[in-house]
C-alpha cells in the first residue's frame, strides 16, 4: 500500500502538510483511515490541523539548516544562448526541504536565473511527499519529477536553472532539462562529476 502525492501546492501549504506527516504514517501503520485535504489532515473523520510553530521567526531556523547543505552543479549547458545548468541538494528529512532551496539560491547567479524549476521526494518507497515548481518554465517542474520517479530517487532536490537569451527553443527546452537533470542525478553515485 502505498501513498504518493503530487498536487502542487503553495510552500506556505506544503509546510502545513509537512508537519502532520509523521501523524499520518502512525494512523496508516495502525489500520486508521487517513487522508490529506490540502494542508489537513482526516484521520477516522477527524480533522487534524497542523500545529502552530513555537518558534515565531521560522526564517533563522532555515538559514541556519540551509547553510550546512552542500548543493551540486553540473557544467553548464548552451542551447542557441540559451544556458542550463542541473543543481543537486541532499536533504535528510522534510523539515529539510525549504533549507535545500534556500542553500540552492544562495548563490546569487542561480537565484538570478530567468527560471529556477525543481522538483522534490521525500519518504520513501511506501510513504513519501513530492512536490514541484516550473518558476515560469512550463513543463519543466513535472519533467524534473519523472526524472526522479524514474532514478528512484528520495531526499533529494533536483533544479535546472535556465538563462533566457530571448531565444524561442519550443519543446527543445523541455528536452534540455531532462538532460541536465539526469546528469545532476548521476552526481549521487560519481563524486568525480561534482563541481
Known sequence: DSLKIT???????????????????QAKQ???SAKF??????IDKKVHNPPKDRNMDINMDITKHSMSMKPKHTSVT???????QGHLVHFKSKDEVLPALQALCADHRIAGASHLSYAYRTGNENFYISNYEDDG?????RELMQVLDSKNCFNYLVAVSRWYSGRQLGRGRLMQVRKVAEEAIGMINDSSKIK
Open 37 to 42: 485535504n490540502v494542508d489537513k489532515l482526516i
Open 78 to 84: 548552451t542551447v542557441d544562448h540559451n544556458h542550463f
Open 30 to 32: 495502525s489500520g486508521k
Open 137 to 141: 518554465e512550463s513543463g519543466a517542474g
Open 7 to 25: 498536487q502542487q501546492f503553495p510552500s506556505e501549504v506544503n509546510i502545513r502538510g509537512i508537519k502532520l506527516w509523521q501523524q499520518f504514517i
